[in-house]
């Protein structure tokens, strides 16, 4: 007790000097610290000039680092996807760069950049296309000819096609996986209008209508001097590089009719309630609002500094109403989002505890009626256009920055001065400006509202905001898979090379007395370049219970299916199976070579005969597999898309060896898995066990 005692006078004594040493200091209050103004933007004096091909140049030069860099504006953009291939202009924007040229590939264009520091990228965005490069000073000449070949020569190389093609479908197929990304991807579809390109989704079947001469021609229509601005800036002599230029483009003289203009925003109100039922998060995400405007209106100033107001940061009204006062929201923020040439969306986002989903947005509405009824405070006004202004900081703290952004201006038609003209008025706006704005441009009646989460853990049912809900269907849809021709004759003679199967595995009558089956094997994955080992234990009982327990070098995951649903558990917790894990589990049950090898007892299933020892399953519900038969009758391969690892449409290749007799019956014992012509990972089997007697009570339960 005494020790205790005399460590407390210690601690004592420590913070009375501690005060002590405060008060003689005596630091002043951060509201009392002066910040010197902030200085006056300076646009630079670019030389511009058009080479004889048609191109637009900007050069402006800077001498403080010996770099340069550049980046081509090029009118196009996704908005020019056609209806049936839509996501064109991104795989022809990527593939550009990783294609390569007619004299190298994209690998060895790699290599050589990165020998000597620099580096070329290009991509496809909504309303335009871009190729840029940096370099140090003495590469100048070298990286300027990979940059002029890839702008006026790429290859579009096949293999690179198909690598971002399958890239875009794993990204279709993992699309509903984030809460977050499902609210801010259907809010801009709906009120932009889904089958416009401002809003439609690319799909599976979208990505298979894309073929190397869609690309060719998609590049040769927009790719051409006329329709390219070019900007460089660094370390060089403007004069030395106007002749670097006309003679290293001297030989780019193709034309092109002038590119039509992008299509028009159809500006209908799409009010009402869209919901989203996403049963594996805890919290519901929003985006509330409706169409925007451009940053030409003379009006965006005012809607800027309303919209900080209303939810532009910790002080904001909606902030300090709904996560300070009410507690209700993780986060939250208002934006009046605009874009050069078409209406941007005006929208109010964030996430909330699911208890208090209308809550939330009851808040939220009463806070944009409170912007269109009464003015706001003088503090408030000075603070956002404080903010405002303050940001121009960012956007202009590089020549660089100021350079690319005059480029942007120029390819969009706006002045010079913009930047000032802007400037000025956000300097200008007044508190009768932001209620006149809120009154005319903020509009309750017409707001659309996007939630994703789980209604039965809402208080309140959503029908409660007195609006008309719509759900929001999250399925994505499934490319068609070719049929196997249907005729009496290709069906007679697949039912005779399954009976050929069914001899070969051990006899139909062994086949059907398989109950449940378990196997033990270990896995040497190869994708993504590196490999990986892990052990696996897969278990299966009739009609369609499967389990799956992976062990990996890092962690274990277990996944459970009960013929309708089931569960993932991995280190990050255990959560209900996503559809495209659903869609994968199921195909693996259609493939179980039992269920497969016995498919003439399914009045489900369709058998035909492809080709001489190839057989074709598929069933009702879109599954499908090609099975081609060694001369004995046993499987040698499995061949199917659009249920590989991650439910992407991938085509797959399963290579069966190794069989061996387990009760009877002939097994498998290696399997070696082909996605997309790659080796993706080779199983070897350690042991099966047939009619064991697991049940799926005991498969069920979880780790």
Same mark, same amino acid.
């Given at each position: ?84 291939? $839509?996501? *064109? ?16 590939? #994209? ?21 335009? +296309?871009?190729?840029?490069? &940096? ?8 990286? %300027? ?5 890839? *702008? ?28 977050? +990304? ?47 601005? %070019? ?20 030989? @780019? ?35 509330? +609002? ?24 910790? &002080? ?19 934006? @009046? #989002? ?12 964030? &996430? ?78 007044? $508190? ?10 903020? =509009? ?11 209604? $039965? ?8 905001? +007195?609006?008309?809900? $719509? ?95 089931? @569960? ?36 489900? =299933? ?40 991650? #439910? ?10 190794? @069989? ?44």
């Amino acid at each position: 007790m005494k020790k205790l005692l005399i460590a407390l006078a210690l601690v004592a004594g420590v913070l009375s000097a501690q005060t002590e040493v405060r008060q003689a200091i005596a630091l002043p209050s951060y509201k009392d610290l002066k910040y010197a103004p902030l200085p006056p933007l300076k646009i630079p004096d670019p030389v511009t000039f058009t080479l004889p091909n048609g191109m637009r140049v900007y050069l402006l030069e800077d001498h403080e680092l010996p770099v340069i860099s550049g980046s081509a504006l090029i009118r196009t953009g996704n908005l020019f996807d056609p209806p049936d291939k $839509k996501g *064109l202009a991104q795989v022809t924007g990527d593939v550009l760069r990783s294609g390569g040229t007619k004299a190298k590939s #994209g690998d060895e264009i790699d290599v050589d950049l990165e020998n000597v520091a620099a580096s070329v990228e290009s991509g496809i965005g909504e309303s335009s +296309g871009s190729l840029s490069f &940096s370099a140090l000073r003495e590469n100048t000449d070298q990286v %300027l000819g990979v940059f002029h070949d890839f *702008l006026t020569s790429p290859e579009f190389r096949q293999d690179k096609i198909d690598l971002e093609k399958t890239q875009l479908k794993s990204s279709i197929a993992r699309r509903n996986d984030d809460a977050s +990304g499902i609210v801010g991807r259907e809010f801009g579809d709906i009120l932009y209008g889904r089958n416009t390109p401002y809003g439609w989704s690319i799909e599976y079947a979208d990505v298979d209508n894309i073929h190397r001469q869609d690309l060719i021609d998609f590049y040769k229509r927009y790719y051409f001097p006329a329709n390219t601005m %070019l900007a460089i800036y660094g370390d060089f002599s403007a004069p030395e590089m106007r002749k670097k230029l006309e003679n290293i483009f001297a030989d @780019w003289t193709v034309t092109q009719p002038p590119v039509p203009k992008f299509p028009d925003v159809q500006k209908v109100p799409v009010p009402g309630v869209f919901l989203a039922t996403k049963t594996d998060i805890t919290q519901t995400f929003f985006e509330v +609002g409706h169409l925007g405007g451009q940053y030409s209106d003379k009006d965006y100033p005012s809607l800027e500094v309303a919209s900080e107001i209303l939810g532009g940061g910790f &002080s904001s009204r909606l902030f300090q109403r709904i996560r300070t006062q009410l507690g209700y929201a993780y986060n939250i923020s208002a934006n @009046w #989002g605009a874009n050069f040439d078409h209406p941007g969306l005006f929208e109010i986002s964030g &996430s909330t505890q699911s208890p208090h989903t209308v809550d939330t947005l009851r808040a939220i509405r009463e806070e944009v009626e409170k912007m269109r009824s009464t003015e706001v405070s003088d503090a408030e006004l000075q603070t956002a256009k404080d903010t405002v202004l303050n940001g121009f900081v960012f956007r202009f703290d590089r020549p660089s920055k100021t350079l690319f952004r005059l480029l942007t201006y120029d390819y969009y038609g706006y002045p010079k001065d913009f930047i000032f003209q802007y400037q000025k008025a956000i300097e200008k706006v007044t $508190k009768a400006d932001v209620l006149r704005v809120a009154k005319e441009f903020l =509009r309750p009646h017409d707001l659309t509202i996007v939630a994703v989460g789980n209604p $039965k853990d809402f208080k309140t049912p959503i029908t409660e905001l +007195g609006l008309t809900v $719509k759900p929001i269907d999250l399925t994505i849809p499934q490319p068609a898979k070719p049929a196997a021709k249907l005729d009496p004759a290709s069906e007679q003679r697949g039912k005779e090379m399954l009976d050929k199967m069914q001899a070969a595995l051990g006899g139909a009558a062994k086949l059907e007395s398989v109950k449940d089956m378990q196997y033990h094997a270990e896995v040497a994955i190869q994708a993504g370049g590196a490999g990986m080992k892990a052990k696996q234990t897969n278990s299966f009982v009739k009609p369609a219970t499967i389990r799956q327990d992976i062990e990996l070098p890092f962690a274990k995951q277990s996944v459970f299916f009960g013929g309708d649903s089931g @569960w993932m558990a991995t280190p990050q917790g255990t959560q209900n199976l996503p559809a495209p894990v659903v869609k994968q589990i199921q195909g693996e049950i259609f493939r179980i070579i039992f269920s497969l090898a016995l498919s003439d007892r399914d009045p489900n =299933r369709t058998i035909t005969a492809v080709d001489g020892n190839v057989i074709a399953v598929s069933d009702k519900q879109g599954d499908s597999v090609h099975v081609q038969l060694d001369p004995s009758g046993l499987p040698a391969k499995m061949m199917y898309t659009g249920d590989a690892l991650g #439910g992407a449409a991938t085509p797959v290749e399963e290579d069966l060896s190794d @069989w061996r007799d387990v009760n009877g019956i002939k097994l498998p014992f290696s399997t070696t898995i082909i996605q997309n012509g790659k080796k993706f990972a080779e199983v070897k089997i350690q042991e099966y066990k047939i009619n064991s007697g697991i049940t799926t009570e005991e498969l069920s339960k979880k780790p």
